[in-house]
Antibody, heavy 114, light 109 residues
Framework: EVQLVESGGGLVEPGGSLRLSCAAS????????MSWVRQAPGKGLEWVAR??????????HYAAPVKGRFTISRDDSKSTVYLQMNSLQTDDTAVYYC?????WGQGILVTVSS | QAVVTQEPSLTVSPGGTVTLTCVSSTGAVTGGHYPYWFQQKPGQAPRPLIY???KRYSWTPARFSGSLLGGKAALTLSGAQPEDEADYYCFLSYTDARVFGGGTKLTVL
């Protein structure tokens, strides 16, 4: 059974940092492009970042609103993808989904508030 | 960054047909944008329905079909069922970014 399990979310003050993790199982993680997608409360989906598989150079792309503040990375030995989020702002508040190919996690809530 | 636009809401009668569209601010949507369509129901993670314009997943009901229509990506639902009431998002690939449309809230009524 395929599983993507996000962790690391929670409440953080504006300007703070969080690191999200997404542990994958049930498929060949090293062959997957992995992405983060977020959804602010009551809003639509927003693509955040993607990292290609390492055999394709692990190329990374970011959405404009997070470029320079967020960093996506992967550890294929742990079948885990990460999202380091710095300089968090109130409009980063959202459910963050980890996704790889057709597979999606259930999402984790990040709340940025003082 | 490109902006992708969808109809905010649409209504279809049970058994009816409806087409949702997806417009790119950069110009015509083509197969090179590898259009995806996702369905999301309240409280659930999104579920992919269509990839590469018109390819269904094994779990995608045959009543859903994807296409390119007049420079737009399109999702057509033929024979709507009550369980198809959901939010639908298109997703386009660009050179160095990926972009979701704003979503269409589909009501089956």
């Amino acid at each position: 059974e395929v599983q993507l399990v996000e962790s690391g979310g929670g409440l953080v003050e504006p300007g703070g940092s969080l690191r999200l993790s997404c542990a994958a199982s049930g498929f060949t993680f090293s062959n997957a492009y992995m992405s983060w997608v977020r959804q602010a409360p009551g809003k639509g989906l927003e693509w955040v970042a993607r990292i290609k598989k390492l055999t394709e150079g692990g190329t990374i792309h970011y959405a404009a609103p997070v470029k320079g503040r967020f960093t996506i990375s992967r550890d294929d030995s742990k079948s885990t993808v990460y999202l380091q989020m710095n300089s968090l702002q109130t409009d980063d508040t959202a459910v963050y989904y980890c996704t790889g190919g057709t597979y999606w996690g259930q999402g984790i809530l990040v709340t940025v508030s003082s | 960054q490109a902006v992708v636009t969808q109809e905010p809401s649409l209504t279809v009668s049970p058994g009816g047909t409806v087409t949702l569209t997806c417009v790119s601010s950069t110009g015509a949507v083509t197969g090179g944008h590898y259009p995806y369509w996702f369905q999301q129901k309240p409280g659930q993670a999104p579920r992919p329905l269509i990839y590469d314009t018109n390819k269904r997943y094994s779990w995608t009901p045959a009543r859903f079909s994807g296409s390119l229509l007049g420079g737009k990506a399109a999702l057509t639902l033929s024979g709507a069922q009550p369980e198809d009431e959901a939010d639908y998002y298109c997703f386009l690939s660009y050179t160095d970014a990926r972009v979701f449309g704003g979503g269409t809230k589909l009501t089956v009524l």
